[in-house]
């Protein structure tokens, strides 16, 4: 079939444009944190049938999407959407994930993808730098931080299995504490593991002395997790402590730095992450922190070879692959995969990692300013001091469904997306800044209607 040859398809040029001048526009357009979710009943009735025998074509389609469809939705990019950890990808990430769809690239084997994959590698390698790794550390993108935990504890759990002489009796055991994110449990579900939860220090903190207490009385742990910028509070584990302690008892450590891990680029908070450079395979969402659109999580290895000998895939239909090339199907739970890391890539090359480093530092100026502003306050209190880009607060005197009515009206109005959390079995509210457009002295006025 050639490219003029229309018998199946017909003439999509049409289509094609339409598709480009939409995201042309979108790139452009003013945004608001609005909370414009509808029930499915509400979107069946607006949208009417749109999947059918004979196709509604593409205006049709393109104007169900753009009147119904992405309106149902919230702008991840806005500087006021807050809540959870947002999305914030810089126009050129954005335009290149078109082109890389555009590209249809497999990104799975060099064979395939070998240019797509060396583009990548170079924004791992730019990671690697900032971990302080040995040369030869690397990975792959996958899609994002459940994919990356779960792709790097198997990893774990089979080279304990090979390094110890297999499956002790009782089964194998995960530590980490409660401050872990929810994926790590998710992860030992899947792996048919054990957590065993260590106990945190007064600030929220996995810590060397805690975890040695716990690896003695624990022979089968094989891996520990490690959280660099934990999800609710932003707070780094002490990494040089947990990483001595966990080499001692030969247990691999994961550091899932999702959120956080951006900070590694950061002069001001650099510090923090002391120790990672022990680390044996690390985690973080390029979506989240490092300005790339959706999906996106970088998944690093020290020592590579140990990803490849459990993620490698044999089959009749996959002999002729090239083993020595750097296949990024060998490196993770997946064989087919997009280039997913060809956005990130192409915004570092274009900006200069500089810009990242600064990118970086702006939102944490932005926390600490909005922090000092609630520490100020005659109506508000900061519940911790802020270690990264979180910052969580409350309002003394308020109930639970205070702060419900108060999260849903600015949500509902399109003011801002700030939504309630639970610290210390206590209702309080939550501020995610990783968006460097973020306007802090806006925060703190729209912060001024708790009162």
Sequence with gaps: MTVDDHSIWGDETATVKLATDWAARRLVRETDPQSTARSASELAAAAGPTITATGIGADAALEVFDRVLEPATRAQDDPLNLAYIAAAPTRAAIAFDLVTSAANIFGGLWEAGAGAIYAENEALAWIVGLLGWPEGAGGCFVSGGTSGNLSALMTARETAKSR???????????????????????????????????????????????????????????????????????????????????????????????????????????????????????????????????DCCALLYRDPALARATHSQHANYLDHVDRESWNPSELALHLSRRARGLPLWFSLATHGTDRYRDAIEASLETSRAVAAAIRASDHLRLVREPELSVVVFDRPGWQPADYEAWSHATAVEGTMLCVPTTLDGETVLRLAFVNPATDAARVIEILDTLR
């Design 164 to 294: 110890r002489g297999g499956r002790p009796a009782g089964g194998w055991q995960l530590a980490c504490t409660a401050n872990a994110h929810s994926s790590i449990r998710s992860a030992a579900k899947a792996l048919d593991v054990e957590v065993v939860e260590v106990p945190m220090d007064a600030r929220g903190h996995l810590t060397g002395a805690a975890l040695r207490t716990v690896l003695e009385h624990s022979p089968d742990v094989f891996a520990v997790v490690a959280s660099a910028g934990t999800t609710n509070e932003g707070l780094v584990d002490d990494l040089a402590e947990v990483a001595a302690v966990a080499h001692e008892f030969g247990v691999w450590l994961h550091v899932d730095g999702a959120y956080g891990g951006a900070g590694l680029a950061a002069p001001s908070v650099r510090a923090l992450f002391d120790g990672i450079e022990q680390a044996d395979s690390f985690i973080v969402d390029p979506h989240k922190w490092l300005f790339a659109p959706y």
